[in-house]
């Protein structure tokens, strides 16, 4: 995996749905960087902001809600932009049409109510083609025909004027995958990609997805609860809580030496061959409502360390080591024990 080029660099990010209430944080401090070639999972509960991250970076957060002045979601994937790159939270919507779909392209949930179901799946994915490059008809039909042929589906020159209704949830979403990659993205999202899906089918969309990874350098975002799904395909992990991210590290260091309390929680929560018969362990309560999020550490509620300090502010970024950090007062303080 290269680390040498950065691909998009996201600072305090925050996105705030302007309700009667008050304003719903839905995403409320967010931060992480990827990298050319790199599979990012962002993992978490329901409802932690994880979607609407994705959203964001794609310019698809309509009202009520609001990326709020100073957030940073800065793209850096085309070579031909300044070094700078260019902050898609400020960007003209001439500038975000240019990029969406073409340099940053996105898998969203359910792929049999995300596809149109009066065209077909060839006219859908020419779309995308036709609106972002030169081509004509019958070159962007014939690219399309080839792109269902990279994602596996067989007899691709019958499937590109079938309906979405006429295909299964499994074809349907390597169509999904195909639009997505139809311009050759520097960036793919992919929200929940196997949700629904059995666990053959899932096997055979991840191992897509990492093929074309390691073929075309595209970077993914790969957004998911699904802790399992993530050893399998991740580089680096963020697990996020509340709109915040609370850990980040390599895959391989995240899975043998959590440090975060609610990292640790959701890792005793999957089930394991080695304990069968046993109850699942649960992380008590329930995620803070965005409306009315706590004074301190978000998750002071649901953590057995809680401390008086824990509850009147938030912790702040403690180094564990190399791309290995941790948003967490307890493990802010073993650390200062062991240095």
Not at 41 to 49: D, K, Q, R
Not at 62 to 87: A, H, K, T, W
Not at 184 to 204: F, G, R, S, W, Y
Not at 258 to 281: F, Q, V
């Amino acid at each position: 995996m290269s680390v040498n080029k950065k691909v998009i660099k996201v600072e305090d990010l925050r996105v705030y749905f302007h309700t009667k209430k008050g304003d719903s944080k839905a995403v409320d401090g967010n931060h992480f960087t990827m990298y050319e070639n790199e599979t990012l999972a962002i993992v978490g509960e329901s409802g932690c902001g994880k979607s609407v991250t994705a959203m964001s970076i794609l310019g698809l957060v309509s009202e009520p809600g609001e990326i709020m002045p100073g957030s940073q979601i800065v793209y850096m994937g085309n070579v031909d932009r300044d070094e700078d790159g260019l902050n898609l939270a400020t960007a003209t919507d001439e500038q975000i049409r240019h990029i969406r779909g073409n340099e940053i392209s996105m898998i969203f949930q359910e792929p049999m109510s995300s596809l149109n179901p009066v065209i077909t799946v060839g006219d859908q994915i020419m779309e995308n083609i036709l609106t972002h490059e030169e081509v004509s008809k019958e070159e962007a039909k014939q690219r399309a025909i080839e792109l269902l042929s990279e994602v596996g589906i067989s007899r691709p020159e019958k499937v590109v004027d079938n309906y979405p209704f006429q295909l299964s949830g499994g074809m349907c979403q390597r169509v999904m995958i195909a639009m997505a990659l139809s311009c050759h993205p520097k960036l793919l999202i992919a929200d929940e990609p196997t949700t629904a899906l059995d666990v053959t089918i899932q096997a055979q969309i991840l191992s897509l997805m990492n093929k074309l990874k390691n073929e075309t350098g595209t970077s993914i975002m790969l957004i998911t609860h699904d802790l399992g799904v993530v050893a399998q395909v991740a580089d680096n992990v963020n697990v996020m809580y509340a709109g915040k991210v609370v850990e980040t590290a390599p895959v391989e260091e995240l899975f043998s030496n959590p440090k975060h309390p609610y990292t640790i929680g959701l890792m005793n929560s999957m089930p394991s061959l080695a304990e069968e018969g046993k109850r699942l362990n649960t992380i008590e309560g329930s995620v803070p409502n965005p409306l009315y999020l706590p004074k301190g550490c978000y998750f002071a509620d649901r953590c057995p360390y809680v401390t008086d300090r824990c509850k009147e502010g938030q912790p702040v970024d403690t180094k564990i080591k190399s791309r290995h950090h941790v948003w967490c007062f307890k493990v802010e303080e073993e650390m200062k024990q062991e240095g």
